[in-house]
């Protein structure tokens, strides 16, 4: 009776030769036609929902984003992207068959993991990078630890992290600027330090607000550049705008709810805006949603389902637990950006904040709690 | 518009897939050759046969009776005599107890006419719903006239009757509903002077506009002020025929876990059964017949049929034009909580509530996966409980730390595994849960 999971009974001769021999035992007295039909425990129906279908669905949100890299920092993010991908799903691959599990690398969450990797890399880095990362993150991160469902952090940003560590230089300058006049190719094969750039937090941080006024300009222009992606950055996380596009067909979907990105960017919001800036109540909110990959974190790292609370009230703890970490990182920690490790730090607590916060039951037994 | 009644936690939308039988009028299917009543139709007690092997019995006679326990006795479905008293294969238990019937096709059926019973007192009525075989036809079987003796501390103030019907396929109690409503709102009546009380509700869904209409009727035509029946149309959502959440979305009560619907005043009945407590307490006639629905694709023609108890499943296929080519499982009730037979000598209970011929493309036959922890099941359950938590601990062998999520709280009603993208089989999970579990108390 348990293995119930395996009801693709049509490929395996052998379930179906016991199912045959079953069948005959109860129709020992019968004149019935010793026909095959699938018993299993209910519900019988289910629906149309699964894995692959959400996780491609995500890596469908994520096109637009890294077709908008191609114009604005040149034709080697679909490389780095490509490099990355490939990567992931090769290791998922090499893991589960070393492993002796069942290979899965046609869910897409593989896929998934190496768009977001990629997608949380600066443009400038030589594709041997995410090729380690994706090693990193695949089997050390998640695998080893049990493979989807078991793994306690994101494996995007684990990578990421573990590049961070390992090539400070490379992780934290190949920035590029946008380029002109649609020339994709123009970065492409070149000396990257030629060009290299600072991001928009990296520069705010350490050369202070009339430096970044000066790099990026102010007011609507300002914002209008990092909205539309038009800005210095990690390949996928420079567009506000077909990221939160994105963002919401997921929410439509149903594939995501609102608690985790809503209180990640609202606590973000609040938090720089009231230390953010000069004084108290004079930080730029807009700018920090807008920037430091906010974004990008709060619609498709911070609400991966494995390493996320499933309750509602936790996810909303966790939202905000990781809004307040970035922006202590931010303006007090070492990295212009932060929301990384505030993840990070948050993804093995999810399941800490499950137990804290438990869906409330129906209706309590009567004479109080058991 | 105005907003219907609900249960506000949970619950999921299947595709109804009520079309193909919703339009189709019941339909007396004839009696075939023989018949097999297995003897414990309900929860409870099995039946002790009172008849002996070769003997001719009539239609109506009592059979079986439940010498001691929780149980009612069992009538013959039709004039015939006794085959066999052996045993006969069990859609649950593998195989049980039954009585194998040769029909008498010559003999003349019953005609039941009409008697007079308000002036029966409430001890005597109940007596006669016991008498006549009745029992919860909805799916549990639970005995009706223990039912409708609640214990004497929790006064009861209130019935529901149960035409929900949020199962997908099934159009049996639609078309009852329908067809019988006269008979539904007098046994609906018959039940409040049983319990004493004087306001009934009836829950409908809103996707059965004619029934509602009809009921509407028929409570209007039949309403005296000793007896208020009120029609409740609720919206579409399942599990809404579930006893605790129909309760809820009528009453807003919520009934304590591990306490039956009385602890809140409550009692509730199928709207199939209260036509049962009409048949034999009005007609005098013991409950041996079944509306059933026989739906999906794998059948020749699905139909809402009135069958004898004990007709066997082969007997309705050969009625009904035949299995279809891609029929691969057979569900007794309806797809989410019904039971998987593995042959067609199975025979229909007094629970039976449709049988369901499903081709391969109608159910799931994906291979699970691992749990991703995306907490669609939470959402999903009417309960509040965590079955990805009971899940995983099952699958790491700690089935007995199972209960702070709370197994015992499960009715089953699928939701989760539903919903549940990896195709998980949760409902499976937590059943293997409660046998190893301990219950609190």
Known sequence: MIGLGKQGLDDNEEALRRVVSKQQELDDQSAAPAAMWKVSTSPHLKSSESVEKIMWTVVACLVPPLVLSVFVFGIQTLLITAVSVISCVLVEWLSQKALGRPVTIKDGSAVLTGMLLAFVIPPGVSPLLPILAAVFAIYIGKHLLGGIGYNFFNPALLGRAFLLASFPVAMTSAWLPPVKNLAIFSYFGGAVDAVSTATPLAVMKEKGMAAFTEAFGSGSDLYGSFFFGWRPGC?????GFLLVLGGLYLLY?????????????????????????????????????????AILGAFYMATDYVTSPSNKTAKIVFGMSIGA??????????????????????????????????????APPLGGAK | MKSLLTFPKGGVHPPEFKTQTHGLGIEVMPVP?????????????????????????????????????LGVPLHSPVAGKIKDIGSSVHPVRVSAPSITLTVNHEAEAVHYAKE???????AELLAMVHDGGIIGIGGAGFPTHVKLKPPANAPVDTLILNGAECEPYITADHRAMLEYSAEIIEGAKIILKILGINECHVGIENNKPDAILAMTKAAEQSSTPDASITIRTLQVKYPQGSEKQLIQAVTGRKVPAMALPS??????????????IYDAVVLRKPLYEKVITVAGKGIGRPA?????VGTKLKDIVEYLGGLQPGLSKIVLGGPMMGFAVSSLEVPVTKTTSAVLFLTKDEIDTKAHSQCIRCGWCLDACPMGLE??????????????????????????????????????PLVQFIRLAKMKAKRPQ
């Open chain 1, 235 to 239: 390949i996928g996380e420079t567009s």
């Open chain 1, 253 to 293: 979907r149903g594939y995501i709810t609102w608690h985790i990105p809503v209180s990640l960017l609202g606590s973000i919001g609040v938090l720089t805006w009231i230390f953010g800036g000069e004084g108290y109540m004079t930080g730029d909110p807009l700018l920090a949603l807008l920037s430091g990959g």
């Open chain 1, 325 to 362: 970490l970035t922006v202590l990182i931010r303006l007090k920690g070492g990295y212009p950006e932060g929301i990384c490790y505030a993840i990070l730090l948050m993804n093995p607590l999810s399941t800490v904040l499950d137990g804290w916060f438990k869906p409330q039951r129906f």
């Open chain 2, 33 to 69: 050759d023989e018949l097999e009543l297995i003897l414990g139709q309900h929860i409870g007690a099995p039946c002790q046969p009172t008849v002996t092997k070769r003997e001719e019995i009539g239609e109506g006679a009592l059979i079986g009776e439940v010498k001691k326990g």
């Open chain 2, 116 to 122: 007079a019973w308000q002036h029966l007192d409430a």
């Open chain 2, 263 to 276: 602890a809140v005043g409550v009692v509730v009945q199928n709207v199939c059964t209260a036509k049962a």
């Open chain 2, 304 to 308: 809402n049929l009135l069958v004898k």
């Open chain 2, 387 to 424: 079955p990805k938590e009971i899940a995983l601990h099952v699958e790491a062998g700690r089935s007995e730390l199972t209960e702070p999520f709370g197994v015992f709280d499960c009715f089953e009603c699928g939701s989760c595994a539903y919903v549940c993208p990896a195709k998980r």
